[in-house]
Every structure is written in structure tokens, then in C-alpha cells.
């Protein structure tokens, strides 16, 4: 199992989380992006922080799908700076294949690329399960 900040890795998701999760997967990142607010904004305020993040990030996805750097180079930035503190994993997400690709996306445009989007992946820690299982 991974474990993350806060101890709380693998606790159970909602289905806002597993939506917003979904979105993202499927590389469809302003209805991530829209997913994650609604979760900033009704998450508790130690939450917040981490939903923001992904926010950020999923933008900045979002921005270099449409080829717009500048853009992509502020949201990212952002998205990592807010996320750094929370991997590899927190509330159920393994975060560490997004904080990994969006700082050589970030590379590469920092060097002049504007880089093919090979997507980030969110993944999910299991809960712990007591007790056998049925």
C-alpha cells in the first residue's frame, strides 16, 4: 500500500473524487478541472490545498492540449507547488506519475518544446480491508 501525507492515503473515496478521477484519466481536463473545483470548495479546509493542486494542474493539461504555453507553464507551476508536499499519495490518489510528468513537461517547454502530452495517470491506493474478504 502506498502511503502519503497525513496518514490518510487510503481512505475510502467519494464518488465527486472518483469522478474528478475519471475526467482526468480519460485526458478530459476541463471537466477535471470543474471536478476538483467542486471538491476545493466543499472539501475541508485541510483538503483544499491538495484539491487545488489538481485543479492547477488538470489546467495546465488542459492548456497544453490547446498548445498554449505561457498558460501551461503558469498552471503547472502552480499545480506542483501546492501538490509537492502531498506525495506520492493523499486522500486516496497516488500522485507521484502526475508530480513526475508535469516537471518534464515543464522541462521541456522551459527549453523551448512545446512537448507532446503524453498524459498522467491518476491512480488509487486500495483501502485497507479488515476481515476476509467476501
Known amino acids: 500500500m ?5 496518514g490518510d492515503a ?7 473524487l472518483d469522478l474528478a478521477g475519471s ?6 481536463y476541463w471537466h477535471a478541472y470543474n ?4 471538491l476545493v470548495r466543499t472539501a475541508p479546509e485541510e483538503e483544499r490545498e491538495f484539491f ?3 485543479t492547477f494542474v488538470s ?4 492548456h ?3 498548445r498554449e504555453t505561457r498558460m501551461a507553464r503558469a498552471e503547472l507551476e502552480a499545480g506542483l ?5 502531498y506525495a506520492p499519495a493523499h486522500a486516496g490518489l497516488v500522485i507521484s506519475e502526475v508530480l513526475d510528468i508535469s516537471e518534464r513537461l515543464l522541462g521541456q517547454m522551459y527549453a523551448g518544446r512545446i512537448p507532446s502530452l503524453i498524459p498522467p495517470v491518476i491512480k488509487y491506493v486500495e483501502a485497507p480491508h479488515d476481515g476476509p474478504r467476501p
Open 10 to 16: 487510503a481512505r475510502p473515496r467519494t464518488g465527486a
Open 52 to 54: 487545488e493542486g489538481l
Open 59 to 62: 489546467a495546465g493539461l488542459l
Open 23 to 28: 475526467h482526468f484519466n480519460a485526458r478530459r
Open 2 to 6: 502506498v502511503t502519503g501525507s497525513g
Open 64 to 66: 497544453l492540449q490547446r
Open 81 to 85: 507547488a501546492r501538490l509537492g508536499p
Open 35 to 38: 471536478a476538483f473545483r467542486t
